[in-house]
């Protein structure tokens, strides 16, 4: 990690310069102030690994749940069930009111993503809607958070791949009208609140609908087996307005599940 690296030159400094009793406690305690960071940031970032790895887990296992909803379900639960780990960690003074909202956001994510399943369960769109944009907006500052405390793999960054695939799914929603997008590209939650569950229903509107000739997307990040990104069509009817999606890799293919209004 970045801190143990400062560590080493802290001490070195320390003992190469010769300090008096003063300056030896001074550095003493900047040092082990550092590496009480470092030991930190490094836990830290080993819980949002597994974590996040355990969540990708059951998006892409087509054993474990059977629906797109028990599967965030499952998710969701794997996500609770680390809440206490994030909780034990010991952080240095330093970052401890950092890594207090670092675990409050954490929890209110694990609260409203219950709300979006329950929303779903009784296919209440505006529900729905309300809770998936609070997680969009909760999201962006739990991550922030994570960047704050130097943890790399707490952050937002896509991978080459995540960011391959998001896009590909936006394409094929955006620049189509495909009706085997309906089932390829949409999540099964995605056509409880917008086709009412039927694929017929969808399948007819793809055929009528008018497609963007192409789209810009921006800040793709991503949160476990859940993506963001900022989409602004180019042509059609859409022309030029900016809504956000929220996409959700199922079984290895990242799909639609939900449109918010743009941040």
Known sequence: MRGFGIVAVLVAAAT???CGAGGETEASGAANDEAAAA???SDLDGLCLSSAAEQREIAVDPELGATESERAVEANEARAKALPLFDELEPPPALAADHKRYVAALTELVVLNERVTN???SRDRARRTRAAARI???TEQFLKLGADLGARECTDDAT?????GMTEAI???ETTNDPAQ?????TKDYLKLTHAGSLADCEAFQEDYEPAESFEAADLSTVGPFGFAEVTPIGGPSDGQTVRY???LDRGTWKLDAILPSR
Do not use: M
Not at 160 to 164: C, K, P, R, V, Y
Not at 182 to 186: D, I, M, N
């Open 16 to 18: 190469a310069v010769g």
């Open 39 to 41: 030991v930190y940031v």
């Open 119 to 121: 929303a779903i369960d």
């Open 136 to 138: 969009a907006r909760r």
């Open 160 to 164: 080459t791949s995540e960011i391959a």
């Open 171 to 173: 394409d094929a929603v």
């Open 182 to 186: 309906c089932k390829e590209r949409f």
């Open 246 to 248: 929220l996409l959700h």
